[in-house]
């Protein structure tokens, strides 16, 4: 499974970005997508994930200005940001998992797309 993920830039603190993340496979049974973020000199943080019954769950720094969303038909995980803060700046990288009857777990990473918040 290959994994694009595009939409980021530089912005204003307080602006707004959406990321997408288009994969090359169904991700209907997908049973979790995600997006990270890596900061230079800092390791990799999950930033929000969403399940395949659209549970989701967010970092503390994230919640109430991040959403994150899936569309199974397109393939796709977003990433909505809002109010975005300097300390969001970051390379954000999406995620797929599956996980097979017998629990084994195979993952996949995008190539990241950098996101910088600076006036």
């Known amino acids: 499974v290959q994994l694009q993920a595009f939409g980021g830039g530089l912005v204003q603190p307080g602006g707004s970005l959406t990321l997408s993340c288009a994969a090359s496979?169904?991700?209907?049974?997908?049973?979790?997508m995600a997006w990270y973020r890596q900061a230079p000199g800092k390791q990799r943080e999950q930033v929000a994930t969403i399940t395949t019954v659209g549970r989701t769950n967010y970092a503390e720094s994230v919640k109430d200005r991040f959403t994150i969303s899936r569309d199974d038909a397109k393939n796709t995980v977003s990433l909505q940001m809002k109010n975005l803060k300097p300390e969001d700046t970051a390379v954000y990288y999406c995620?797929?998992?599956?996980?097979?009857?017998?629990?084994?777990?195979?993952?996949?990473w995008g190539q990241g797309t950098q996101v910088t918040v600076s006036s």
């Open positions: 995620n797929v998992q599956y996980t097979t009857p017998g629990g084994n777990k195979f993952v996949y």
């Open positions: 496979a169904s991700i209907s049974s997908a049973s979790a």
